[in-house]
C-alpha cells in the first residue's frame, strides 16, 4: 500500500501523483450503485451546489451518511499514501461528489484549494484525493493541473461570482504572470478507479463537458490533525470545513 520513494518523489516535485486502477471494478461498482443516494433530495445533513440548469454540481457530506463513501474515507489504498504524504495522522476536511453532468457540468477556473483554505484558519498541510467514478476525458472535463505549481506558494485570489452558479476564487491572473508553457499543463485523463492525489496549492481547472458523457469524481480533502482550523472571522459551514476531528492513521502493521 505504501508508495516507493520514487512516487513519493515524483508527488513532492509535480504537486500530483495518478494512480491507475487503484480500485477495483467492484468497489467503483459499489460506489456508482449508492451515487443515487446523493443526488436526491433529502434531509440528511448532504449539502448540494446546483448548476444554473438545476443539475446537481456537488454533494457535500457523503462520508458522513453513507456507507460505502465513509468506507472509502478510510481505505488503506487511499490512507497509506495520505499518511506518508502529511507524514502525521490526519482528518477528513470535507468531501464532496463533483458532478459533471453530460452537456451540463460547467467549468472550474484556475486556482489553489488553500487559496481559500488559508481564510479557515489553517495551514497549508492539507492535500486532496480525487477518486474517478467515470470515465474522464478530454471532451467531458477532465481535471487540467499545472504540473510543479504547488511550489509557487499560494497565490493571491480574487472571487468570481458571474462564471458559474458557484462562486470561485481564482488565478487566471497570477498564471498569466507565471508564463506558464503549454507542456507544464497536464490534463488528468483516466478511467473508474483511478485515483489523483494532489497538493494543496497545486493550480487546477476543468473546462466545460460538451459531451454526453457524465464526469462523476469523489474528492476527498484530509487535513493534519494537528492542523485545526483557528478561530476565524467568517467561518464556513462544518459540510466545507468539518469540525469532527475523527482521527485516521496508518501504519504497516495494521
Ligand atoms: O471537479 C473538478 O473538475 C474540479 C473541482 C475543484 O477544483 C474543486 O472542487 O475545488
Redo the contacts with the bound molecule.
Keep these: 500500500m505504501r508508495w516507493s520513494m520514487q512516487k513519493l518523489e515524483q508527488y513532492h516535485q509535480e504537486g500530483f501523483l495518478l494512480v491507475p486502477n487503484l480500485l477495483s471494478v467492484e468497489e467503483v461498482d459499489a460506489l456508482n450503485m449508492d451515487v443515487p443516494l446523493l443526488l436526491q433530495d433529502d434531509d440528511s445533513g448532504m449539502h448540494r451546489e446546483r448548476e444554473h440548469s438545476g443539475v446537481v454540481r456537488q454533494v457535500y457530506n457523503s462520508h458522513r451518511y453513507v456507507p460505502t463513501f465513509r468506507n472509502l474515507t478510510q481505505h488503506p489504498k487511499i490512507v497509506a499514501p495520505v499518511q506518508q504524504i502529511l507524514t502525521n495522522s490526519f482528518y477528513v476536511w470535507h468531501s464532496?461528489l463533483?458532478v459533471?453532468e453530460a452537456f451540463e457540468g460547467t467549468v472550474?477556473l484556475w486556482?489553489q484549494?488553500y487559496g481559500y483554505w488559508i481564510y479557515d484558519g489553517v495551514d497549508s498541510k492539507l492535500m486532496s484525493v480525487m477518486i474517478f467514478l467515470d470515465p474522464s476525458t478530454l471532451h467531458n472535463?477532465c481535471?487540467i493541473v499545472i504540473s510543479g505549481s504547488h511550489l509557487w506558494g499560494r497565490q493571491e485570489h480574487y472571487s468570481d461570482t458571474t462564471t458559474t452558479s458557484y462562486k470561485q476564487w481564482c488565478i487566471q491572473k497570477s498564471v498569466l504572470k507565471k508564463k506558464v508553457r503549454e507542456a507544464e499543463i497536464r490534463q488528468i485523463i483516466g478511467q473508474p478507479g483511478d485515483v489523483l492525489f494532489f497538493d494543496c496549492n497545486l493550480v487546477?481547472s476543468?473546462n466545460h463537458n460538451l459531451s454526453p458523457i457524465p464526469r462523476k469524481?469523489l474528492?476527498i480533502a484530509y487535513n493534519d490533525i494537528d492542523n485545526k482550523p483557528r478561530p476565524v472571522k467568517k467561518p464556513r459551514p462544518d459540510w466545507v470545513v468539518s469540525r469532527v476531528f475523527e482521527e485516521i492513521s496508518w501504519s504497516e502493521e495494521a
Excluded: R
Design positions: 464532496k463533483n459533471k472550474w486556482h484549494d472535463g481535471l487546477h476543468s469524481s474528492i
